[in-house]
Each structure stands twice: as C-alpha cells, then as structure tokens.
C-alpha cells in the first residue's frame, strides 16, 4: 500500500509504515513501526514512538515524547499529552518475554485527553471524552467524562465535551452543554429525546 502523498514525514522522522492517512504529520525524531495505523489529519509530535499493532484514528493530536505500545487502540479526536506512556504488559520480566499473546489491551475512547506525564497501565479503557489529569497514573477503566487525577488516578467530577470542569450542577460554563447524571453512573447530554452522550 502506498502512502498518501499529503502525508507529511519530517526529514528527521523514521515513519516504517505506510498505513498512514491523508493529511497527517509525523514531526522530527518521532518513530512509527511498520505494523501502525495512524488515521487522516492525526499529529506525531517530536520523539514520540508508536509501536506496530498501534491503532490511531482521525484527528489525534500525539505530542511530543508519548510511547504507545502494541496493543493500544486511539479513536478519533484524542489528545495525548506529552510524555504520555501507555504500556501493553501487567507483569514484564526480561528473562520472561510474553509476546503479543501476553499482552492486554487498552482503549481510549473518542475524544478523550490524556495529560502531560500520565500513565496508563495495560488493559484498561479511557472513556469517550474522558479527561486524565497530567502525571496521573491510571490503574482502572475510566468512565466517559470522568475527570481523573493522581497515583493511582481517582475521579474527582466530570468534564465536558469542550474540556471545561463542570459544576454540580452540570452546566458547563464554557459551552453551555448541560449534563445530567444517568442511573448507570455516567452523564448523558441533557436535551430532548438524547440518551448518552458516548
């Protein structure tokens, strides 16, 4: 498969695959393995690595320095922070190399934000339009909205499509979107005939 000639790949970048999609940017020093999938308009910021078996969708903002390893899915409109690392193996030994078979899958939803410095451990799923405080360590599944901080990450309220923290009351200040809690435990857009927000 050639790859898309909008495709852009700094002089100083090693992108190996060429499942890329149109549009998208891979910055200097950033390494893309063969086996990637990196989706349309998607920016690899500088030193950034993405593993083979990664799959990135539309839109993804990668800063720079973000390890993603085997196994980790990104769906569309995600930000990951830089220094952001996602890991694939619950319990690594050198001497004891699992591969692919032993390594657990993560997931981050549409439209989720990892910050700056967290940690997500293997296994898990971000959910859509989650938010992941910087130098988090995330040890459990995050709920959709859910605003997350600390080591281990634990929720502190819930945030907006747009990003902004919300109120009590679930007005969002910014946007003005305003949420209601669902008797799942998550937050569902309020508005006529609207069911989760996903």
């Known amino acids: 498969?050639?790859?898309?000639?909008?495709?852009?790949?700094?002089?100083?970048?090693?992108?190996?695959?060429?499942?890329?999609?149109?549009?998208?940017?891979?910055?200097?020093?950033?390494?893309?393995?063969?086996?990637?999938?990196?989706?349309?308009?998607?920016n690899v910021g500088g030193h950034a690595f993405v593993e083979g078996g990664v799959v990135v969708g539309d839109r993804v903002t990668i800063k720079n320095g973000v390890l993603l390893f085997s196994?980790?899915?990104?769906?569309?409109?995600?930000?990951?922070?830089?220094?952001?690392?996602?890991?694939?193996?619950?319990?690594?030994?050198?001497?004891?190399?699992?591969?692919?078979?032993?390594?657990?899958?993560?997931?981050?939803?549409?439209?989720?934000?990892?910050?700056?410095n967290a940690t997500v451990l293997s296994g898990l799923t971000i959910g859509c339009w989650a938010m992941v405080g910087a130098g988090s360590v995330v040890t459990g599944d995050v709920p959709a909205h859910a605003l997350v901080v600390g080591n281990p990450a634990r929720q502190t309220g819930w945030a907006c499509r747009c990003g902004r923290t919300l109120p009590a009351d679930l007005a969002c200040p910014?946007?003005?979107?305003?949420?209601?809690?669902?008797?799942?435990?998550?937050?569902?857009?309020?508005r006529s005939g609207a069911g989760h927000d996903g």
């Open 174 to 190: 910014g946007c003005g979107r305003a949420w209601r809690s669902a008797a799942d435990g998550t937050l569902g857009e309020r």
């Open 1 to 42: 498969m050639a790859r898309d000639p909008s495709v852009f790949v700094h002089p100083r970048a090693l992108c190996e695959s060429d499942d890329v999609g149109p549009r998208t940017r891979v910055w200097a020093f950033a390494h893309v393995l063969e086996g990637a999938r990196i989706g349309a308009d998607a």
């Open 71 to 116: 196994g980790v899915t990104v769906e569309d409109e995600v930000f990951l922070g830089p220094g952001a690392v996602f890991t694939n193996d619950a319990t690594p030994r050198a001497a004891y190399r699992k591969g692919p078979a032993g390594w657990r899958a993560t997931l981050v939803r549409r439209g989720a934000t990892i910050g700056a």
